[in-house]
T-cell receptor, first 116, second 112 residues
Framework: GAVVSQHPSWVICKSGTSVKIECRSL??????MFWYRQFPKQSLMLMAT?????????EQGVEKDKFLINHASLTLSTLTVTSAHPEDSSFYIC????????????FGNGTRLTVT | AQSVTQLGSHVSVSEGALVLLRCNYS??????LFWYVQYPNQGLQLLLK??????LVKGINGFEAEFKKSETSFHLTKPSAHMSDAAEYFC??????????FGTGTRLQVFP
């Protein structure tokens, strides 16, 4: 089945630094990837839609200059949290759509970000 | 606006008992419907999906769900709960199979 790998699984950083999270589709090409944020004991909130070779589409209320998304290839999308603050601490999950099996989203295992 | 409602943020059952997790969607046009399971600090795993066709959908781990258009519901059931079923369950809806709207989740606890 389609596999999505997300790295790192957890990261701790200091306020003001930037953190990059990678999302890779291992055995399929993903023209579209999605980035979600999940607060403790809450549902997933879609942050942005990442399209290969073009600019990401951000959901309302998500700061595009703070959450930089790059989808440079058909198998890799990155989310960079710039100038991180403690309130950015959260669980970030990526997902990718595989047209090969017409399945819904395949999810990565998420990244736990803690900003101190 | 489309939305997905999961009644009950927490559900507790005894091992061997029936599991029923409720999901309703708001839409005049039936969307695609999904149930996902999430274990602590992990991503989401697809349990089952409804797109078209048979309204009773069977998924992994003995779970199934029935799409009822008249009730705009897609409740998840399992005849006999196992301890390993304890997790967070999310219902989701979409008008295709990529961008999804998630419910707020239901935490299932299974007691011995």
């Amino acid at each position: 089945g389609a596999v999505v790998s997300q790295h790192p699984s957890w990261v701790i950083c200091k306020s003001g630094t930037s953190v990059k999270i990678e999302c890779r589709s291992l055995d399929f090409q993903a023209t579209t990837m999605f980035w979600y944020r999940q607060f403790p004991k809450q549902s997933l909130m879609l942050m942005a839609t990442s399209n290969e070779g073009s600019k990401a589409t951000y959901e309302q209320g998500v700061e595009k200059d703070k959450f930089l998304i790059n989808h440079a290839s058909l198998t890799l999308s990155t989310l960079t949290v710039t100038s991180a603050h403690p309130e950015d601490s959260s669980f970030y999950i990526c997902s990718a759509f595989s047209s090969r099996d017409n399945s819904p989203l395949h999810f990565g295992n998420g990244t736990r970000l803690t900003v101190t | 606006a489309q939305s997905v409602t999961q009644l009950g943020s927490h559900v507790s059952v005894s091992e061997g008992a029936l599991v029923l997790l409720r999901c309703n969607y708001s839409s005049s046009v039936p969307p695609y419907l999904f149930w996902y399971v999430q274990y602590p600090n992990q991503g989401l795993q697809l349990l089952l999906k409804y797109t078209t066709g048979a309204t009773l959908v069977k998924g992994i781990n003995g779970f199934e769900a029935e799409f009822k258009k008249s009730e705009t519901s897609f409740h998840l059931t399992k005849p006999s709960a196992h301890m390993s079923d304890a997790a967070e369950y999310f219902c989701a809806a979409g008008y295709n199979t990529d961008k999804l709207i998630f419910g707020t989740g239901t935490r299932l606890q299974v007691f011995p």
